[in-house]
Structures are given as structure tokens and as C-alpha cells.
């Protein structure tokens, strides 16, 4: 046993107020049974017992009534059956790294589970087995060798979120579309080059993640998921957004750093619930006016552009918190920026002319920022790397 488990297990067993405790880290003990000072707190909600070699768990599981996760990650699973019994009040049960290749039977005996996590297991699709689960909402497959041919998707469809991170998927398949309640959709670090035009299908999403994947361009069937509040498209290769932007008005995030954007559509200005704007590492040298009209804006990360002077429509957000203009060509900053409420500011690898009187003010700006808490950086006036 690790010499920092050991110490924890003490301190654990010495606890003068085991009923206060809601969460309890056995991890790394070399445990193979649940030992039993676990029983002892009563008001248990979350149990780490992963990194162990557990194979049963017991009825006495039960007597911790307000059980709600379970962690059995890298538990050498595959070597042998897991034994559950009937238990009615885990929720979350986590079965990580076990090198499975289909879901425990036992696990249908836990009537409550609405969410599994069955990452970096060896499933070639998604377990047939979570269709006997009728509370499941969620299931994370990540990190699974999937071929995603099932033809009994139907079954599994009171399943709202999926998440199907680095699977080595080339395509999103139809096979896909028998889950009729999707919400949310996880397709991060796979191999995707295109969105299929069936996407729109998805009517339910109101979060997608394509993030890292070799995305060019986005169809016009996208823009129809108009449920969407948040969609990430970090790191692929899009050049282009087009007008249909307009058409995702519940959009409150939008994630479109590292790609090729050269430049943004007026109508972005249309997203009136935008709270949160990611745009750094591009090819933007501008944006459009329109983005004034974004009053709910609370981030904007414009870094690593080439914006040569800085965005005046940035000066009319009201409720601009964080803005992040660094590793730009910008020179002169506007002496209004100082009316922002900004809590982050950021605009470090600038080359500002500081003979320009537009800067005389850059000082006193600062020095506002820091004196109501704010994060700058550059943090004080010294720290700015004259040319």
C-alpha cells in the first residue's frame, strides 16, 4: 500500500465525526473487499475505490443509504465477474480502465444508475447491456476502440448525454441518430474531417464538442441545431463561418480558437445570449462592428491574431469581464477601455507606442484594474516591454 493511502486510511478510521464525511479516497490501498470501516459513515455520497483489485461488492453496500457514486476505475475487472447486489441508491458508477469489452450483467442489480463511465476499456461498441439501465442518462465510452455499428441503439435511447472522446472515429455515423433524446455529444480528439449534412437530425443538442479533430468546414445543417447553447470547435482547420451563424440564438458559448478564421460574419452580432467568445490563435485582423451589439458578453480571447488596432466594438460591452487582446500588432489602446468592468485583462507582446499620447492614459488604466482586484498582465506599468 502506497505510504500516502496508509496515511489516509488512518486519518480515516480516527475521524472523530465519521457522519460529517460525504466522501470517502480508498485509491491505490490494495484493497480487495470494501473494508469495513467504510460502513461506519453513514451519510457516505461518493466512494473512491479505484486502483484496488475489488471483484464483489457487498449487500452491506446497502447500509450506506445515501450512496450515490461509485468508483471501481482499474480494478482488473476483465479477470473476473463483479458482483453487485441489488442496491437502488448509486447513481454514478465508474468502471474505468478494467480492459472490459462488454458492461457487468450484475450492474442492471443497481436500479438507479444514471450515468456510467466506461473509459479506456477495449469495447468495440456501446454496451448493449446499458439498455437494461431505464434511469441512464448519461454514458461515457471515451478512450474505447468503437466501431459504432449497433443496430440496437434504439434501446439506449433515454440516453441524453454521449461522450465518445478520443475513439479514433473517422465519421459520425447515422447509427447514431436512433439516440432520439440526445442533449449532449462528445466527439473530442478523434479523426473527424467531415460533418455530415444529417447533423440538423440531432434536433435535441444543446451541446457539441468536435473539439481537436480535422474539421475544414461547417455545412449549413449545422447552423439548423438552433437548441444549442454551447458548441466547441477548438482545433481543427475551419477557415470560414458563415451568416447562418445567426440561426443558433441560444448560443451562450462559443469555442473557435485554433483554426484559420480569417475573418467573422456581421451577423454574430445577432447572438444576443453570448456570454463567452473564444477566438485566439487565428487569422482575424478584425471584427465586425456588429459585435457591439453582444450585451451579454462577459469573455472575449481575441490573442494570438493579427489584430494591428484594437476592436472599438469591444468598448461598448457592458458586462466585459475578461479580455485577453495579447500577442497581437496592436499599438494604441483606448483610454475607454477603463470603463469595463473587467476582472482579466490581458495584453502582454503588444508593440503600444508609448510616444502616441493615445497612451498616456495605459497607467492610471492599470493601476484601476489592479486596485479593484483585477488580473492584468502585464500587472504594473514597469513590467510593459518598451520597443
Not at 473494508?35 to 473512491?48: G, H, M, R, S, T
Request: aromatic share 8%.
Amino acid at each position: 500500500m502506497e505510504e500516502k493511502a496508509v496515511v489516509r486510511i488512518n486519518d480515516y478510521k480516527l475521524h472523530p465525526n465519521k457522519d460529517s464525511v460525504i466522501y470517502l479516497d480508498l485509491s491505490y490501498s490494495h484493497f480487495t473487499e470494501i473494508p469495513e470501516f467504510v460502513y461506519e459513515f453513514k451519510n457516505l455520497k461518493k466512494l473512491d475505490l479505484s486502483h484496488n483489485n475489488i471483484n464483489r461488492i457487498d449487500k452491506r453496500i446497502n447500509e450506506l443509504q445515501h450512496l450515490e457514486s461509485l468508483n471501481l476505475t482499474d480494478n482488473g475487472l476483465s479477470e473476473h465477474k463483479i458482483v453487485f447486489k441489488k442496491n437502488n441508491t448509486i447513481k454514478t458508477l465508474y468502471l474505468s480502465e478494467n480492459n472490459l469489452v462488454k458492461l457487468p450483467w450484475r450492474a442492471k442489480r443497481l436500479d438507479s444508475l444514471n450515468e456510467i463511465v466506461i473509459k479506456q476499456n477495449q469495447f468495440k461498441d456501446l454496451p448493449q447491456r446499458a439498455a437494461k439501465h431505464h434511469a441512464l442518462k448519461t454514458l461515457n465510452a471515451s478512450d474505447n476502440p468503437l466501431s459504432l455499428n449497433g443496430s440496437y441503439y434504439h434501446k439506449l435511447d433515454h440516453i441524453t448525454q454521449l461522450r465518445l472522446n478520443k475513439c479514433n472515429l473517422t465519421e459520425l455515423p447515422s447509427s447514431l441518430l436512433q439516440f432520439n433524446h440526445l442533449e449532449q455529444l462528445q466527439l473530442a480528439e478523434n479523426n473527424i474531417q467531415t460533418i455530415p449534412t444529417y447533423i440538423d437530425q440531432f434536433e435535441n443538442l444543446t451541446g457539441l464538442v468536435l473539439y481537436k479533430n480535422n474539421i475544414m468546414t461547417l455545412p449549413k445543417e449545422l447552423y439548423n441545431l438552433t437548441e444549442l447553447e454551447e458548441i466547441d470547435l477548438y482545433y481543427n482547420k475551419i477557415e470560414v463561418i458563415t451568416s447562418d451563424i445567426k440561426k443558433l440564438q441560444k448560443l451562450k458559448i462559443l469555442y473557435l480558437s485554433h483554426n484559420q478564421i480569417y475573418s467573422l460574419p456581421a451577423e454574430i452580432g445577432q447572438l444576443r445570449d453570448l456570454k463567452r467568445l473564444y477566438l485566439h490563435h487565428n487569422r482575424l485582423s478584425s471584427l465586425p462592428v456588429e459585435v457591439a451589439s453582444l450585451q451579454a458578453l462577459e469573455v472575449l480571447r481575441i490573442n494570438d491574431n493579427y489584430f494591428a488596432e484594437f476592436p472599438s466594438c469591444i468598448l461598448t460591452l457592458p458586462q466585459l469581464n475578461s479580455l485577453d487582446i495579447a500577442n497581437n500588432e496592436i499599438t494604441i489602446i483606448p483610454k475607454e477601455l477603463a470603463e469595463l468592468p473587467l476582472m482579466n485583462f490581458y495584453f502582454q507582446e503588444n508593440p503600444l507606442d508609448f510616444n502616441s499620447r493615445k497612451n498616456e492614459h495605459l497607467e492610471r488604466t492599470i493601476n484601476k484594474f489592479t486596485e479593484m482586484g483585477a488580473i492584468v498582465n502585464p500587472h504594473s506599468f514597469e513590467m510593459i516591454t518598451r520597443p
